[in-house]
């Protein structure tokens, strides 16, 4: 009995997930965070703003940046602090071979929960605005490497305890 339950128990669980490109997504409220094999991901939004995200994304990653513009741009009219759509409608204008115009973008990057990665991404921008000889490839990877990591490091430091708090030595 449990041999048969089990692999029907995994493709329930697997159903339920929602992923991006080559994910392992989890739900978390109306949306879900999918990290692939590049370190992008997709924060929890209002469902329009994350369906809307996830077809920009999709299309950003197939390199339709002409497709993926119009995605980006309704999320922001309705929505204008979301950190996704600012971040891949910067490096999407990038890729439209609109550099200045999307590393600005980049450098006014807001991520409301998340402090390093928007001081990461922030840093990087500034960067590459004045590292002009840099190619598109190193400023994709690192700009969706920095995001990753401050993302990383800000939920580190939010579910790590805080020792200190009951020490004597204060």
């Known amino acids: 009995m449990i041999k048969t339950a089990l692999p029907i128990i995994m493709l329930l669980f697997l159903a339920s997930c929602q992923t991006i490109g080559l994910t392992a997504g989890v739900n978390y409220g109306r949306g879900a965070i999918g990290v692939s094999a590049y370190n992008d991901f997709l924060y929890p939004a209002p469902n329009q703003a994350y369906k809307l995200n996830k077809k920009g994304y999709e299309a ?4 339709n940046y002409e497709e993926a513009v119009p995605y980006f741009r309704a999320v922001l009219k309705k929505y204008p ?21 999307g590393l600005k973008r980049l450098k006014a990057f807001r991520a409301p929960n998340s402090f390093r990665q928007q001081e990461e991404v922030r840093w990087w921008a500034d960067y590459f605005m004045r590292h002009k000889d840099r190619m598109l490839s190193d400023i994709y990877n690192t700009m969706r490497r920095v995001r990753n990591e401050g993302y990383q490091q ?7 305890p805080i020792d200190t708090l009951y020490d004597d030595r204060f």
């Open 154 to 160: 800000d939920r580190r430091n939010v579910w790590e």
């Open 81 to 101: 602090n979301n950190p996704d759509a600012q971040f891949y409608l910067g490096l999407t204008e990038i890729g439209l071979g609109e550099r200045e115009k």
């Open 60 to 63: 950003f990653k197939a390199r």
